[in-house]
């Protein structure tokens, strides 16, 4: 339980670090975006509920995808591939800065300044 608290510590810590970079921001913004978006299409056109379609939308993006739930229609099979197109880069781009800023060290950054 220390080694999961201590973890979670160091991972809100390179969040507030990764929030300071504009392109985590921008990244952070359009994610979100994309995560809306798919929760709106997947409530209203394949029927799910909130939390089931933003589960299905996460696992989407973050590419691990959903083992039982396939789109019902033909819609929601050609949304779900520009959505897999769109999305998958975009996130790997957020994940990438959140893990620059969790490796960054300080005295790397008072070099910069």
């Known amino acids: 339980m220390i080694s999961f608290i ?3 510590k160091r991972l809100l810590k390179g969040l507030a670090a990764a929030f300071k970079l504009k392109n ?3 990244l952070f913004s359009l994610v979100l975006a994309m995560l809306i978006s798919g929760i709106i299409f997947y409530t209203k056109q394949e029927g799910l509920t909130v939390i089931d379609a933003l589960y ?3 696992t989407t993006l973050s ?3 959903h083992p039982s ?3 019902q229609t033909t819609l929601g099979k050609v949304f779900t591939i520009i959505y897999i197109f769109a999305g998958s880069g975009l996130f790997i ?3 990438g800065y959140l ?3 969790l490796i960054k060290r300080p005295e790397d950054e008072k070099s910069n300044n």
Request: hydrophobic residues 60%; glycine residues 10%; contains cysteine.
């Open 6 to 8: 201590l973890t979670l």
């Open 24 to 26: 985590f921001q921008v």
């Open 56 to 58: 299905f939308c996460v």
């Open 63 to 65: 590419t691990v995808g």
């Open 69 to 71: 739930f396939v789109p």
């Open 93 to 95: 781009g957020l994940i």
């Open 99 to 101: 893990a620059y800023a």
